[in-house]
């Protein structure tokens, strides 16, 4: 009998809840006076959950109630049951309605502590944010067990991915305020995944200048993944991680490893291009940019002598460029008049200096160069290097040379007294 009541459960569109009760009654589960006293406490819990989440003084509120309660009874009975309706009465007989209730809240919450998408201290868990969340999910968009298994398995799988990422983060002693403000968890373990690829590295998260030496290394065909080297890091980690070290290592040499070996991929472009992969570089303050400018972007390197981070030396190297001389960091006086006098005979050629940007320039910096040279350098020098104000004549270039020394680097004295 209990069999087939089960059975037709499956395709009767009540609440589980009132299909177990009926069935407990028809059934003399539950004897009359304990029905009774069931009865009694449910307009208890109404009460309860309308002041939670309104006021038990309105109608509207303590009919959301009831409906709530009937969502959550239903959600943790046909959980702790397995759907079987002789033991959901069973269930409804030894333990009251409110514990019913509350277990169902405490499954909501339970999803809810969990984060819905892989994102590292992407997900709030405030009691207000909880409480929010139970509001919905309790009535507006209440879970059926099987929503709710769904659900709770899709998150399971993100917290053990972000936890997996953490764990690979501490391995390698990534700093953790980094960690906590990196975002999606992939660039973490894209870099990991990385590292271990590589062969013969030290197992530590790369730093910009790092990152630059694996890439050149994985892109050399000989390299392979050293399956040992991996079994061996992660012998000690909990059995879920070692599963996911395997998965993510596999992903990695399908998606990723391709990416990484076209010729047009740089450590420069994987790492700042438009289309790049996301990797997690730790920035260390005591490692010099230079050097990370002398690893991806030599030109440019050797144009600044490293020192692309100067404005004078930026500002020199464009306004050379713009005027048609080759670049170089310092101004001679009359490199300075050269520039000078083919800025008044033929203006500025700001797509070169945009071509040279886009060409030697690090990724990270382009889009600045582009935006100091359109936007400030080049439409301030236009009028601070013409002669075009008859009542402010400039045709010794005294104006033009402060502007060119205060504003470039270069190698003379002020005129002016």
């Not at 709030?124 to 398995?153: C, G, I, K, P, W």
């Not at 030109?299 to 490293?306: L, Y």
């Not at 190297?317 to 000078?340: D, H, S, W």
């Not at 936007?375 to 045709?395: V, Y």
């Amino acid at each position: 009998m209990a069999s087939v009541s089960t059975a037709l459960a499956q395709v009767d569109s009540r609440p589980f809840f009132e299909k177990a009760l009926r069935y407990a009654i028809e059934q003399n589960v539950i004897a009359p006076e304990a029905l009774k006293t069931m009865l009694a406490d449910a307009p208890k819990g109404m009460v309860q959950i309308a002041n939670y989440f309104g006021t038990a003084h309105l109608r509207t509120d303590l009919e959301s109630a009831r409906q709530r309660i009937v969502n959550l009874i239903s959600l943790y009975l046909e959980e702790v049951s397995g759907g079987d309706l002789q033991r959901a009465a069973l269930s409804l007989r030894d333990k009251s309605l409110l514990s019913h209730s509350k277990g169902g809240s405490d499954m909501i919450k339970r999803l809810h502590a969990m984060p819905d998408a892989k994102i590292i201290g992407g997900h709030s868990v405030t009691a207000e944010d909880q409480r929010n969340f139970l509001n919905d999910h309790s009535l507006a968009s209440a879970l059926s067990l099987a929503e709710y298994r769904v659900a709770f398995e899709n998150r399971k799988a993100c917290q053990q991915e972000i936890d997996f990422a953490l764990w690979l983060a501490k391995k390698m002693n990534a700093p953790a305020d980094q960690v906590n403000l990196c975002g999606d968890n992939s660039t973490l373990l894209r870099s990991a995944m990385l590292v271990l690829f590589a062969e013969k590295t030290e197992l530590i998260m790369p730093t910009r200048s790092g990152f630059v030496r694996l890439i050149e290394a994985i892109k050399k065909k000989s390299c392979k993944l050293d399956e040992a080297r991996l079994k061996t890091f992660l012998a000690n980690a909990p059995l879920e991680f070692q599963q996911l070290g395997q998965q993510e290592m596999q992903r990695f040499i399908a998606d990723d490893l391709p990416e990484i070996r076209k010729v047009a991929s740089t450590a420069d472009s994987l790492l700042y291009g438009e289309s790049s992969l996301p990797f997690f570089v730790v920035e260390n303050i005591d490692e010099d940019n230079r050097e990370y400018e002398r690893l991806v972007a030599q030109e440019w390197h050797r144009v600044t002598k490293g020192d692309g981070d100067d404005p004078a030396v930026v500002s020199t190297v464009f306004l050379l460029i713009a005027t048609g001389f080759p670049a170089k960091p310092k101004l001679l006086l009359r490199e300075g008049q050269e520039i000078i006098r083919n800025f008044r005979t033929s203006g500025f050629n700001s797509k070169a200096v945009l071509e040279f940007i886009d060409m030697h320039a690090p990724h990270e910096s382009r889009e600045d160069l582009r935006r100091q040279w359109l936007e400030d350098l080049m439409p301030e020098a236009e009028l601070d290097l013409a002669d075009k104000d008859p009542n402010f004549p400039d045709s010794h270039m005294d104006r033009a040379l402060e502007y060119l020394r205060k504003t470039c680097a270069t190698s003379w004295k002020s005129r002016r007294r």
